[in-house]
Every structure is written in C-alpha cells, then in structure tokens.
C-alpha cells in the first residue's frame, strides 16, 4: 500500500495563512514520554514471514495470532520529549503508525503515560476523526455528551445547539439514531461539535479530510477563526502543503520516537526526502 503523502500545493490549502503571533510561556511539556497499548486477545506472538507467502497469506497468519487469550503490548510511543510555547502551530509528521494520533490522544489526556510525563497548562480539545460519538445515539444526544466533554454546562449546551446542527447542516436527522448518517454526515456533526468551543490547545488529527468540498472549505474557514483564538495548536496531517501553510514549526515521529524537530519547511523537506525514497523501495 502506499503512502498517502502528497507533494503538490493543492489550491485549497492555500485558504490557510501562517498567524503571526506572539510567541509566549511554555504551554505543552512532554518529557519522555512513554505510551503502550495493551491489546487483549493476542498471543503476542510474533509471526515470522515464510518463503512463497502471498501478502493474503501473511495477513491471515497475523490475524491468526490475534485469536489467543493473551495481552499484547504495542510500544506506540517510545521516549518523547519536547516543549511547545504558547503562539505555537506544530505539525505532527510521520507515516502510518509512527504514533501520532497516539501521542495527540496523550496530550488530550485520552491515554495514560506508561512512563515520563506530559504537562499542559490549559484545556487541550483534540478535534478530530477519534471523537467519541455513539452510534446507538441520537445526534442530538451526543451534542449534550460531547459539549459536556468539552467543559460546557447543560445551558451553554442548549444555547449552541441550533448553531451546531446549523453548521453541521443535518436537519431533522440529529433526532435520529447517528447509525442512520452516511459517513460524511457523522463527520461533519462530530466537526461540529467539536468546534463549538474555542480550546487553548487544539489538536487536529487529519479533520480537514472529511466531508465534501463545500464542507472541507466551511470547516476550514471555522479552523481559521479557532486558530487565531487558539493558544496553541498541533496538527496532524498527511498533506505536507496544509503543514507548511498552517505551521511554524514540525514534529517528525518515527516508530514512536521524534526523528526531527525544527522550522516546518527543513522538516517537511527532510520528511518528504524520506518519504520518496520510501516510495522507491516499495
Ligand atoms: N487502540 C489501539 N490498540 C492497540 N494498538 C494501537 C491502537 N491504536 C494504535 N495502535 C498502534 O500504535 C501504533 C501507533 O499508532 P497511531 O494510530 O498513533 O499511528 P499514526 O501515526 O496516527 O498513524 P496514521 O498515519 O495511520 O494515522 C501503531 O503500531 C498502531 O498499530
Ligand atoms: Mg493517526
């Protein structure tokens, strides 16, 4: 499978514009940060590959290791540390797997530390494709149970919510089951909700990517109007043209550690470089 990184500036990124601001006192604290999953039901047995395996082979053996009763530990993250001040836009670079959205949901505090710690001072929101809505649910349900998440009282709630369903342009279906929503509409209430606060810290992880065209450019003018707000932000993103639009500075994970942290063009050049060359082997 390949990569999905792209090398070209698509037009629509260019809605975005680098915020000059001024940059402040530390706001994240990550210092070696250690982040494993435990996953139940494996044997943890590795599953070393065999002469003439097909990929569909290989692939069911693997999941054949899945099918015992034991716990398999996943290392996501493995000894980070950095520190983001205030004023801050950092892209999240790395290929799949590498531990972004791992090291995102860290920061939110959706995971704990195996080892080393993490510091934020203010609320991070983290908005993105993870937010927790439930299936069984009414939309309308779920808008009281995220905007509670997100610190909101039961009143603010009520206040926001014609806006929310407004902006998620869902109608008469958020009194229906968010079973009964395509995809592209779960996308854009959990976009919705998600937004109805402005966080100190926010995180994105690969949001821009739901909904249609209309959507993408209406929720990324709503991300513009958060980030001039916004104390700090990270973004996570496969699209090397939105991290250079959006951030000052990048953070590139590698197998759970950072493998290159500096000025967002020096480390979206030494990403892609690797990246094509990556592709070249494959
Ligand atoms: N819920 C989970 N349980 C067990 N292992 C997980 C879980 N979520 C992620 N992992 C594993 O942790 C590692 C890091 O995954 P993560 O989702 O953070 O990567 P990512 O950089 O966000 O990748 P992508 O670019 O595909 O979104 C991977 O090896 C992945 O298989
Ligand atoms: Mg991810």
């Given at each position: ?5 792209d ?11 680098q915020?000059?601001r001024?940059i ?5 604290i990550?210092?070696?940060l ?6 139940i039901?494996?044997?943890g ?6 002469a ?26 493995r000894?980070?540390?950095f520190?983001v ?12 797997g ?6 995102l ?8 530390a ?5 510091y934020?001072s ?14 069984d649910m ?38 229906l ?6 995809s592209?509409?779960?996308a ?22 739901t ?6 450019q209406?929720?990324?003018i ?11 932000i ?11 639009a ?6 590139w994970?590698?197998?759970g550690?950072?493998?290159m ?11 892609r ?10």
């Amino acid at each position: 499978m390949s990569e999905e990184v792209d090398f070209e500036i698509d037009s629509d990124d260019l809605l975005f514009r680098q915020i000059n601001r001024e940059i402040g006192d530390p706001s994240v604290i990550v210092e070696d940060l250690h982040v494993t999953y435990h996953v139940i039901g494996s044997t943890g047995k590795r599953v070393k590959p065999q002469a003439g395996d097909t990929r569909l082979k290989r692939l069911l053996r693997r999941g054949a290791k899945h099918s015992g009763a034991g716990v398999a530990e996943v290392k996501a993250i493995r000894g980070v540390s950095f520190m983001v001040r205030h004023g801050e836009s950092v892209g999240i670079l790395g290929s799949n797997g590498s531990g972004k959205s791992t090291m995102l949901r860290a920061l939110a505090g959706l995971l704990p530390a195996e080892r080393g710690s993490v510091y934020v001072s203010g609320k991070p929101s983290l908005l993105g494709v993870n937010a927790a809505l439930m299936k069984d649910m009414t939309g309308e349900r779920n808008i009281m149970i995220g905007g509670l998440a997100l610190g909101l009282t039961v009143d603010e709630v009520h206040e926001r919510f014609d806006d929310i369903v407004a902006f998620a342009e869902i109608g008469d279906f958020v009194y229906l089951p968010m079973k009964t929503y395509s995809s592209g509409m779960a996308a854009r209430l959990r976009f919705a909700i998600s937004t109805a606060v402005t966080p100190e810290i926010l995180m994105i992880d690969e949001a821009l990517a739901t909904g249609d065209a209309a959507f993408r450019q209406k929720s990324q003018i709503r991300i513009n109007e958060i980030r001039e707000q916004a104390g700090t932000i990270f973004l996570v993103s496969h699209s090397l043209a939105t991290v250079r639009a959006m951030c000052s500075r990048a953070i590139w994970l590698d197998k759970g550690k950072v493998r290159m942290d500096g000025p967002v063009d020096e480390v979206a050049d030494a990403y892609r470089e690797f990246s094509r060359r990556t592709v070249k082997r494959r």
